[in-house]
C-alpha cells in the first residue's frame, strides 16, 4: 500500500464538494486533561485543537485496513471536518469509546483573527452515538454518503488496533444483527445543553489543544467513496 505523508486540508467526505475520504488521527496530548492530578473541570468544558502548526511525530504503527497510512505531517497537515481523532491516554477502561472525538466545524479563535479553532465534538462512551452536528454534516451536505459508508471502517481499524486488543463492533454489541440495527437507526446524541447534562459544556470555557505540541502516533485514511466500504 502507498504511505501518505499528508493530512489534506481539504479533508472529510463528500463527492459535491470534491471530499472523498475521512481520517482516524491517532495523537497523544501535549498534557493532561487533568489539572493537578484532580481538577477534572475541563471535561465539562469545550475542547478544541488549534492547527495552526503540524504534530511532533512518533514510530509508525501500520495497519491493512486504511487505503493509506502516514506517521509524519507535511504543510498540509490541517484535520478536517468529520474527521475522527483518538486520545489514548483518556481511556480507562469506562468503555471502547472514551477517547474518541469528532472533528467539529472550523471556528474563529477567540484570541486571533484565524478560523484554527476546531471543536472536539465527544460521542457515546460505552457505544457508538453521534454527536448531532456530525450526523447533520455527513446528511445533509455529504450527498451519497450514510454514517456507516464514512465511519464503519475507521471505527474498526480503531478497535482493532488501539482499544481492547483486537474487538469488533460485533463484539461491543452482541452479534452482527445487533450492528445492522445500529446502522440502520444510528444513536444522535443532542447537543449539551444543561448543567445536568453528561456532555454538559461550561458556557465560555475553552480548553485549546495546540496541535503542534501533540504527538501524531498515526493517521489512516479511508476512501469513503469506494466499493470497499460497505453501506
Known sequence: KSI????PSSGGASNN??????RLHI????????????????FKWMWVIDDTAPPKTTSSCSTDNADNNSTGADPDYHISHGDLLFFPELQTGAGEFEGLRFAGRRQQSLDHDDNNNIPLL?????SLEFPKE??????NELAGVS???MYERPIQSLLSHDVSGGFSLSDIYGGQDVVEEMWNQPDILRPPRR????HFE?????WVIPLSECALIRTECFDIMGGSTRR
Open 4 to 7: 501518505e505523508m499528508s493530512i
Open 17 to 22: 464538494d470534491g471530499v472523498t475520504n475521512v
Open 27 to 42: 495523537l497523544q496530548l501535549h498534557e493532561s486533561p487533568v489539572i493537578n492530578g484532580n481538577d477534572y473541570s475541563r
Open 122 to 126: 465527544v460521542p457515546g462512551v460505552e
Open 134 to 139: 456530525i450526523y447533520e454534516y455527513v446528511s
Open 147 to 149: 454514517l456507516r459508508r
Open 195 to 198: 448543567k445536568n447534562d453528561h
Open 202 to 206: 461550561e458556557e465560555n470555557n475553552r
